[in-house]
């Protein structure tokens, strides 16, 4: 601090000690609203990261930006009650800032790098410039000289370059740091704003030029209808998430339509599936880069999908082909039931099963170069999509494939009608594990339910229980609740954006081999497909239990007897985007300082973010309690409140909150009866209430267990547990602490209704971070129950009631004085919902036994 504003600080001591008393309460009283701020963003990234809450990276960002602001301003607020005592906070900050901010940076990399990539152009190591679906096909073409369809790739650098071109980045950047995939809402909001502003946006005249140039090179110069088609090529797609049926495929695209295809495939990383399936894996924004792969199209007489091994039973020495007549599209997209050819991965690739699919209609590109749905020919009724030799000959080429990328291959192929056999894709194939728990073998857990269907084929493994809910249509996914068996006509790439609410998938029709299988298998989740006839025998509403090794679906739940790994819904998994959150907790989280009167309680040892919020608040109610009078008495103290109480409380009056006649500057205690305040004397009526019996309630705690947690650094006298009140006429905000969690309630209660308020912030604990949380879920229960409007998150909550009449208001502020006393500590000992039910169940008993105290009298 400059010398002038340390000299204003003395001269205002001196000559105007009501401004200065002025002044360092407005600073004061900002500091705590800053305090509760970051507190509640602490909370909400602490969520983020124990609650597994699905966010994209932005809303850390964003997240962090405003706790940082929030501290930020604490430290000057600090400043400007004790100009003269922590000249070294500020610098600290600064430098516990340093630390968090490179964590917080997200690659944008230069849009300079090449545009165009030919095949040749892609080697080894090029995913992160060419996306997993080009490099894997350019590997394909270069290195074991397999069967592709010529092509090229527009880049990642293509794609940030057309974000800069369009300035795009801070429109995504906005949008994704408000995103809420698990609200149907506003997932579709998102990407309806974002695809619009892709759509909408130029092309950017490098990146039209490199398209160009690499399809005349391609169709021969001057051609124009050359018919290619355009596919995703993201960074992270085809990887160990295969991201299968996410992103949007463009065909039979001539040079016209080159730049609006374009922007189509780029566009669909922002669809609703692409956004959930994105952020539910933890992936980066910036991190998964649309390049774009650009190929001849195949006149296709069939197309299918390969397996170099079979993901459900991986033990087994079998490849397995999926083949249909036409485009491959109603494959992937689970519309239709395959031909399946089942070869041996010995040298003689022998046939070893074959079994036909459906034999009514085939997708073919309309004169437009959509997608049409024709009846197949007679001949195509009367035979398989796939000849025996073409099925061995995939099956030579899925096994050198399985070789060069060390792990088995998720293969899309198609052959021409010139008979010529083309490879489309190569990606790693997810697999069963090869041998399941004992108790958790579908079919092996003894269910003893009554059977509603046995029919279908297993396309994921599992055995999942919940409730029956059908869906007919896509509007539909926005009403399917937490823990559904979906029920449905045929699987589709798009309930992908509902995945983390299911439980089960049964279909009438689908395929091992489809997109949606492929998502189903990643996430655990059990799909049974080809069922013929379950939207007929499901019914909406009824709780099943699907096991789809065995397919059948009983009647009923059997969740209860089987091991919690048998069931889905598990623990979270670790991804990047965890993986770089819990980097960052470590700056903000722990607390280092924790005794206010060591030696090392100071801003040089502040080394978290929490011990800043934990130093500064602890210095200024200090500075603002220590608040002495000259000896005319013009500013007054703290007081103690004389309570029997085992909270130290102290009190601070800001004018007409406790008798005049009782206000001597030498007193250092305060009674309860001098209080003037009626909404503290409420609150404090609450908190003395005869139910609440606080030297046997803490004593029944297990007090080893808390002095480990505290590090016996208290005492029940301690100033860890000190707590402060600032009253007024009809004001009241007070900060009550109770060890390691504390309470801040600010409330007006005057004669004028309209300006009544009831505000309660409730955060911390001594406790695990689940029993924080459930007391966390007791306490909103409760307030929910009395009319308050409550905003849980993590082991924080911030509750409001708005415009109570006076009477109302004290009636409300006992009931919190009441509830505080009532669930102090208990963090400590709730380890479950149940637990959560009988605390609510004993608390209303207390209050109905109240209520009875009232009547009586």
Not at 425 to 444: F, I, K, N, W, Y
Not at 486 to 513: C, E, K, M, N
Not at 787 to 808: L, T, Y
Request: aromatic share 8%; with cysteine; hydrophobic share 40%.
């Amino acid at each position: 601090m400059s010398l002038v504003n340390i000299l204003r600080d003395i001269a205002g001591r001196v000559f105007s000690p009501e401004i200065r008393l002025r002044t360092k309460y407005e600073a004061f009283k900002e500091l705590l609203d800053l305090d509760r701020a970051a507190h509640g963003e602490m909370a909400l990234l602490e969520s983020y990261y124990h609650d597994g809450a699905s966010v994209d990276f932005h809303a850390v960002q964003k997240t962090c930006g405003k706790l940082m602001h929030a501290v930020s301003g604490m430290v000057k607020s600090l400043s400007l009650m004790a100009p003269r005592s922590y000249g070294a906070l500020p610098e600290r900050f600064r430098s516990v800032s340093a630390r968090v901010e490179p964590l917080l940076l997200t690659p944008h990399p230069p849009p300079t790098a090449p545009f165009l990539l030919n095949f040749q152009d892609i080697g080894p190591g090029s995913e992160g410039m060419a996306g997993g679906k080009a490099a894997h096909l350019a590997a394909l073409y270069n290195e074991l000289r397999l069967p592709v369809p010529r092509g090229f790739a527009l880049s990642a650098a293509a794609f940030h370059h057309f974000c800069h071109f369009n300035g795009l980045r801070p429109h995504l950047e906005a949008a994704l740091a408000d995103l809420n995939i698990h609200s149907p809402s506003s997932l579709e909001e998102t990407s309806r704003e974002l695809v619009s502003k892709f759509l909408n946006a130029a092309m950017p005249p490098a990146v039209e030029e490199a398209l160009l140039k690499g399809y005349d090179a391609l169709s021969g110069a001057g051609k124009s209808d050359f018919p290619v088609c355009l596919r995703s090529s993201a960074v992270g797609e085809d990887s160990a998430l295969s991201f299968a049926g996410q992103y949007r495929t463009e065909l039979q695209v001539d040079r016209r339509r080159l730049g609006d295809a374009y922007k189509a495939v780029i566009t669909s990383k922002y669809a609703p599936k692409a956004l959930y399936y994105r952020v539910e894996n933890g992936l980066l924004d910036q991190e998964t880069p649309m390049a774009v792969l650009v190929l001849e199209m195949v006149d296709t007489e069939s197309a299918g999908v390969m397996y170099t091994r079979d993901p459900l039973d991986p033990a087994s020495q079998t490849l397995k082909i999926y083949s249909i007549w036409g485009q491959g599209e109603l494959l992937v997209k689970g519309e239709i039931a395959p031909d399946l050819l089942e070869i041996s991965r010995e040298e003689d690739f022998k046939v070893l099963q074959s079994r036909w699919g459906t034999r009514e209609y085939k997708a073919v590109l309309g004169s437009g170069g959509e997608l049409e749905t024709v009846p197949l020919e007679e001949p195509e009724r009367m035979e398989l999509s796939l000849d025996e030799a073409s099925a061995q000959q995939l099956a030579r080429w899925g096994l050198q494939l399985e070789a060069h990328f060390g792990m088995p291959q998720d293969v899309e192929w198609c052959k021409g009608r010139n008979g010529e056999l083309y490879l489309l894709q190569s990606r790693p194939l997810r697999v069963a594990d090869a041998v399941p728990a004992a108790d958790c073998r579908e079919g092996g857990p003894g269910i003893s339910l009554p059977v509603l269907l046995a029919a279908g084929e297993k396309a994921s493994s599992g055995i999942g229980t919940g409730t029956v809910v059908q869906v007919t249509s896509l509007p539909d996914l926005g009403s399917v609740p937490e823990g559904a068996v979906l029920v449905a006509p045929t699987t589709s790439p798009r309930f992908t954006q509902i995945i983390g609410r299911l439980r089960a998938v049964v279909t009438d029709v689908g395929s091992v081999a489809g997109h949606f299988a492929s998502v189903a298998r990643e996430w655990g989740i059990p799909l049974l497909v080809n069922t013929q006839t379950a939207t007929q025998v499901l019914r909406n509403g009824e709780v099943v239990t699907v096991d789809a090794g065995a397919a059948r679906v009983y009647a009923g739940s059997v969740a209860e007897g089987l091991q919690p790994v048998c069931l889905i819904g598990g623990a979270h998994r670790e991804t990047p985007f965890k993986k770089r959150l819990r980097e960052i907790l470590k700056h903000i989280s722990p607390l280092n300082l924790t005794d206010p009167k060591a030696r090392s309680f100071s801003p040089e040892r502040c080394q978290t973010l929490h011990d800043f919020l934990r130093f500064i608040h602890e210095k200024a109610v200090g500075e603002m309690f220590s608040t002495g009078a000259d000896r005319h008495g013009r500013a007054r103290g703290a007081r103690k409140l004389a309570t029997d109480i085992p909270i130290a409380v102290y009190v601070l009056d800001l004018g007409e909150g406790v008798r005049p006649e009782d206000t001597r500057w030498s007193r250092k205690n305060v009674a309860l009866e001098d209080i003037l305040n009626r909404p503290f004397k409420a609150l404090w009526k609450g908190l003395s209430h005869p139910g609440i019996q606080w030297s046997s309630n803490l004593r029944h705690l297990d007090w080893e267990e808390f002095d480990r947690v505290s590090s016996g650094i208290f005492s029940l006298k301690s100033p860890f547990l000190s707590s402060f009140a600032l009253i007024g006429r009809y004001y009241l905000n007070v900060n009550i602490h109770f060890g390691y969690h504390f309470v801040v309630l600010d409330a007006y209660c005057g004669p004028n209704e309209r300006e009544n308020y009831i505000t309660l912030h409730f955060e911390g604990g001594g406790g695990d971070y689940l029993g924080r949380t459930l007391r966390v879920l007791f306490l909103a229960r409760v307030l929910q129950h009395y009319g308050f409007e409550v905003h849980p998150e993590g082991d924080m909550i911030a509750a409001r009631m708005k415009k109570p009449s006076s009477e109302a208001s004290e009636g409300l502020l006992e009931l919190a004085g009441q509830l505080l006393g009532f669930t102090r500590l208990v963090d400590m000992r709730l380890k479950s919902k149940k637990d959560v039910d009988e605390l609510m169940e004993e608390f209303l008993q207390l209050k109905n036994q109240d209520g009875e105290n009232h009547a009586d009298h």
